[in-house]
């Protein structure tokens, strides 16, 4: 699509709505995501019975729940993942590689790794490269790796575009918006660009969308921008996701199914 047209695209993005039909479809696409720091054992595994219960395609917590959450999903198809150097994306790839080989080693099967965000500010994408090479060879071929760029801290259209171009060559699996820590999250135009990229390199690399995207319509607006980027067809759970702890409610109402209580109070997204 020329970029003449991408400002039409969010406006209508910005405006989507959702009904049943949305709603089911966005379920199962859902990182149901629990990043506070001081969840027990019990929420945890409230969170991935939720997971279970809804269909979601994941969960996502941090790395010292690991063993919790992988007896919790034991069975199901939801999948595990954990998140590494995070939040504040720090420049030691080997203290970041050494987190993803240990998440992979607790059972983690999809790692969110954060990108060396104060090095792409710098200037220095390289960097990025460097570390998603390294994080792919700790975390192995089967393993699915997410690359966090921050993009509200980045900010800047050519910093997010060239550092999400230095991780599809070097190899990461997902683009993914935000950590849902700093103070603004996923938005339409970062979207926009990551997908861009992603339909550079021919649809090959999926997208996450995380950070403050909490209502059916918020997803709607996502999925539409895939949708028109990529195709009908690209957006399935192993290419397109939505990172949220709130989101699953509004989905399930939607959707016309009961609601049970949060899993865990609100973790970060």
């Not at 970029?3 to 993005?13: G, Q, V």
């Not at 941090?62 to 595990?80: F, I, N, Q």
Request: hydrophobic content about 50%; glycine content about 12%; aromatic content about 2%.
């Amino acid at each position: 699509m020329p970029r003449r047209d991408l400002s039409s695209l969010i406006e209508r993005a910005r405006a989507a709505t959702a009904d049943a039909a949305l709603a089911r479809r966005a379920t199962a696409l859902v990182d149901l995501t629990s990043l506070r720091g001081d969840e027990t054992a019990g929420e945890i595994g409230a969170l991935c019975a939720r997971a279970r219960d809804a269909g979601t395609a994941a969960v996502c917590i941090y790395p010292a729940h690991a063993d919790t959450a992988r007896a919790a999903l034991a069975g199901s198809p939801v999948r595990l993942a954990v998140v590494a150097n995070f939040p504040h994306g720090s420049e030691d790839i080997a203290a970041a590689t050494a987190e993803v080989g240990a998440a992979v080693a607790a059972g983690a099967q999809e790692v969110d790794l954060v990108a060396p965000i104060g090095a792409i500010m710098e200037g220095d994408v390289g960097l990025v490269g460097e570390m998603v090479e390294a994080a792919r060879a700790a975390a192995g071929p089967a393993t699915m790796l997410k690359l966090i760029l921050e993009t509200g801290t980045l900010a800047e259209p050519g910093r997010i575009t060239a550092a999400a171009r230095a991780a599809v060559m070097a190899g990461v699996d997902f683009l993914k918006t935000s950590t849902g820590k700093g103070p603004v999250g996923a938005t339409l135009e970062a979207a926009v660009l990551l997908l861009e990229v992603i339909e550079e390199a021919g649809g090959r690399v999926g997208f996450k969308a995380a950070g403050g995207i909490r209502t059916g319509a918020d997803a709607a607006g996502y999925l539409l921008l895939a949708d028109e980027l990529l195709g009908p067809g690209w957006a399935t759970p192993s290419t397109f996701r939505l990172g949220a702890s709130g989101l699953l409610d509004d989905l399930l109402r939607l959707a016309g199914r009961a609601t049970a209580a949060p899993a865990a109070r609100p973790g970060g997204y």
